[in-house]
């Protein structure tokens, strides 16, 4: 399958620092990306779509203006915590979209910890 | 609203017991169904995917499922759990009519004893 990369694979940032993370599908072209976190012990929920060239789409409940995602390149999306917060500290996932079979291809996280 | 429900937080079985993990979904657009699975601290791996066709599908590991479209499930099966098994599994569903955004279940916790 298909590989995507995060970077970093983990920060510890102190409260009202702000921390980019890069999201890379290193083998194909990905127009839609998805960003996911997850709490520990708890699921993944999606957090935005990620689409090239335009602005992303957040889901209910989520920050535009705290979690600033960009996709500049159809390789790279980036999600930008500002101001960050304890309570921010989670696992940051994305995934990338291969339209033409309709499956996500996810990193393998970020750990995000805010001291 | 589109939910995933995983019923068994915790389960545990003996190494070559069979195992089976529910999966049911209630979704407003034909579905398509995945199963995934997470070691701690990582991310996820595709075990296997169901679009269309075949009910039955197989996967990687010799991880099977069944998608039932009149019980909304797909649940997922291995007749010989080996030690290396043990993680968490997530079910989740997607579809083009949503943008292909996935909604996971709250996932299945599997241990295995020796």
């Known amino acids: 399958g298909a590989v995507v990369s995060q970077h970093p694979s983990w920060v510890i940032c102190k409260s009202g620092t702000s921390v980019k993370i890069e999201c890379r ?43 600033l995602i960009n996709h500049a390149s159809l390789t790279l999306s980036t999600l930008t915590v500002t101001s960050a917060h304890p309570e921010d500290s989670s696992f940051y996932i994305c995934s990338a979209l291969d339209r033409g079979l309709g499956e996500q291809y996810f990193g393998p996280g970020t750990r995000l910890t805010v001291t | ?67 039932k479209r009149s019980q909304s499930s797909f649940n997922l099966r291995k007749p010989s759990v080996h030690w290396s098994d043990a993680a968490e599994y997530f079910c989740a569903v997607g579809a083009r009519e949503y943008g292909n955004k996935l909604v996971f279940g709250a996932g299945t916790i599997l241990r295995v004893k020796s």
């Open chain 2, 1 to 67: 609203a589109q939910s995933v429900t995983q019923p068994d937080i915790h389960i545990t079985v003996s190494e070559g017991a069979s195992l089976e993990l529910r999966c049911n979904y209630s979704y407003g657009a034909t579905p398509y169904l995945f199963w995934y699975v997470q070691s701690p601290g990582q991310g996820l791996q595709l075990l296997l995917k169901y679009f269309s066709g075949d009910t039955l599908v197989q996967g990687i590991k010799g991880f099977e499922a069944e998608f």
């Open chain 1, 25 to 67: 599908s290193l083998d194909f072209q990905a127009t839609t990306m998805f960003w996911y976190r997850q709490f520990p012990k708890q699921s993944l929920m999606l957090m935005a779509t990620s689409n090239e060239g335009s602005k992303a789409t957040y889901e209910q409940g989520v920050e535009k203006d705290k979690f």
